[in-house]
């Protein structure tokens, strides 16, 4: 046990670092073969916090932990709104104003719902993975003709994203970067991968239980990292950008590439078909009515995202002990909690759009 927590610790800092080294050294040189910031912010950025979760299922599809793969993803997605955007909007409340983060978030919205059609029937084969990555394809070209539209000042916010790094202005350091970035990342995965299984297995927790919780929310410290320091600094565009953009790279990229690497595809169990990947789904649709009116996401807000990661938390400990109070839980998130928070969001998104309307001339 105590090897497992050794290997487990140093293979998601090898993550950490390997993501870290990977985005200085990929935006660096995208930079200087003159990709504009706007999609070097919105693709090697994003991509790059993503990178542990794409080298995580890789390697756990290839392990024969197609659970720990999938889960990854799934809970990495919920993370990243309900923990992440809420701790987030508790430091500061984030008000989104930025035309490109607003467009982003139906993109996510689209993707969380082809991923849960794809997923219906029981498994992830090749065609959905070519059909998953063929879509991160057309949207980077779609980012890359848009950023030839973007005015200076929306490069600029974006590029203020990208690591200030003088000392990696060479080729040869930035091709160092992206290479060692890319060893950690495949050393830390496998260490990571090994010890998150061996650990539930001997525990006799189940691999997605695992993959939805400790290794994902140990894959998306980059991303907590990014928008929790963005936060404290006021870059809230920047802040709830990251998360976004690493949510449509997780669906698109990490589950499109490992859909396509499996030998047989991802087999999706029944109880992510029944509970989790709705729950992602629903986690990316709560960002609609509170980033598309243009309001900020508030303090208690953010702290309701926090209620319901720790909800999920829980019924997900619930059901990995088979306790008999697990259908009394769920009864009284979905019957109860669930509709009234959908309800008062509702209300609170129409009372917010009166008080924008222009008032009529003359009054």
Same mark, same amino acid.
């Given at each position: 046990?105590?090897?497992?927590? *050794?290997?487990? /610790?140093?293979?998601?800092?090898?993550?950490?670092?390997?993501?870290?080294?990977?985005?200085?050294?990929?935006?660096?040189?995208?930079?200087?073969?003159?990709?504009?910031?706007?999609?070097?912010?919105?693709?090697?950025?994003?991509?790059?916090?993503?990178?542990?979760?794409? @080298?995580?299922?890789?390697?756990?599809?290839?392990?024969? @932990?197609?659970?720990?793969?999938?889960?990854?993803?799934?809970?990495?997605?919920?993370?990243?709104?309900?923990?992440?955007?809420?701790? !987030?909007?508790?430091?500061?409340? #984030?008000?989104?104003?930025?035309?490109?983060?607003?467009?982003?978030?139906?993109?996510?919205?689209?993707?969380?719902?082809?991923? #849960?059609?794809?997923?219906?029937?029981?498994?992830?084969?090749?065609?959905?993975?070519?059909? %998953?990555?063929?879509?991160?394809?057309?949207? /980077?070209?779609?980012?890359?003709?848009?950023?030839?539209?973007? /005015?200076?000042?929306?490069?600029?916010?974006?590029?203020?994203?990208?690591?200030?790094?003088?000392?990696?202005?060479?080729?040869?350091?930035?091709?160092?970067?992206?290479?060692?970035?890319?060893?950690?990342?495949? %050393?830390?995965?496998?260490?990571?991968?090994?010890?998150?299984?061996?650990?539930?297995? !001997?525990?006799?927790?189940?691999? #997605?239980?695992?993959?939805?919780?400790?290794? @994902?929310?140990?894959? =998306?410290?980059?991303?907590?990292? /990014? =928008?929790?320091?963005?936060?404290?600094?006021?870059?809230?565009?920047?802040?709830?950008?990251?998360?976004?953009? =690493?949510?449509?790279?997780?669906?698109?990229?990490? %589950?499109?590439?490992?859909?396509?690497?499996?030998?047989?595809?991802?087999?999706?169990?029944?109880?992510?078909?029944?509970?989790?990947?709705?729950?992602?789904?629903?986690?990316?649709?709560?960002? *609609?009515?509170?980033?598309?009116?243009?309001?900020?996401?508030?303090? +208690?807000?953010?702290?309701?995202?926090?209620?319901?990661?720790?909800?999920?938390?829980? +019924?997900?400990?619930?059901?990995?002990?088979?306790?008999?109070?697990?259908?009394?839980?769920?009864?009284?998130?979905?019957?109860?909690? %669930?509709?009234?928070?959908?309800?008062?969001?509702?209300?609170?998104?129409?009372?917010?759009?009166?008080?924008?309307?222009?008032?009529?001339?003359?009054?």
């Amino acid at each position: 046990m105590l090897n497992n927590a *050794l290997f487990f /610790t140093l293979g998601l800092a090898a993550l950490i670092a390997g993501a870290e080294l990977l985005v200085r050294g990929a935006s660096k040189l995208a930079a200087a073969f003159g990709i504009s910031p706007l999609v070097i912010g919105l693709t090697v950025v994003a991509f790059g916090t993503s990178a542990p979760e794409l @080298a995580v299922s890789v390697g756990a599809a290839l392990g024969d @932990a197609p659970d720990i793969a999938l889960g990854n993803v799934i809970g990495s997605n919920i993370a990243n709104v309900l923990l992440i955007l809420g701790l !987030s909007a508790l430091i500061i409340p #984030l008000a989104v104003q930025s035309q490109i983060i607003r467009q982003e978030i139906p993109i996510m919205i689209g993707a969380s719902l082809l991923l #849960l059609t794809f997923a219906l029937d029981g498994s992830l084969d090749r065609f959905e993975g070519l059909a %998953l990555f063929t879509a991160l394809v057309a949207y /980077t070209f779609f980012l890359v003709r848009q950023s030839r539209a973007a /005015t200076q000042a929306e490069q600029a916010e974006l590029a203020s994203d990208i690591p200030d790094a003088p000392w990696a202005s060479g080729r040869p350091v930035q091709i160092a970067l992206i290479a060692g970035g890319l060893a950690l990342l495949m %050393l830390g995965a496998d260490w990571l991968v090994d010890a998150a299984v061996n650990v539930a297995r !001997s525990l006799g927790v189940s691999d #997605l239980t695992i993959g939805l919780t400790v290794v @994902a929310v140990g894959t =998306s410290l980059p991303e907590l990292a /990014t =928008s929790a320091v963005a936060a404290l600094r006021g870059e809230r565009d920047i802040a709830v950008g990251n998360i976004i953009g =690493s949510n449509i790279f997780n669906i698109c990229a990490v %589950l499109g590439i490992t859909g396509l690497i499996a030998p047989n595809g991802i087999p999706v169990s029944d109880i992510a078909r029944a509970a989790d990947l709705w729950i992602m789904a629903a986690a990316a649709l709560v960002c *609609l009515p509170v980033i598309l009116t243009g309001r900020e996401i508030s303090r +208690w807000e953010g702290g309701l995202f926090l209620a319901y990661y720790a909800a999920y938390t829980v +019924w997900l400990i619930l059901t990995a002990r088979q306790s008999a109070q697990t259908p009394v839980f769920a009864n009284i998130i979905l019957g109860y909690a %669930l509709p009234a928070t959908i309800i008062f969001l509702v209300v609170d998104t129409v009372r917010h759009g009166e008080k924008e309307k222009p008032s009529p001339p003359g009054s």
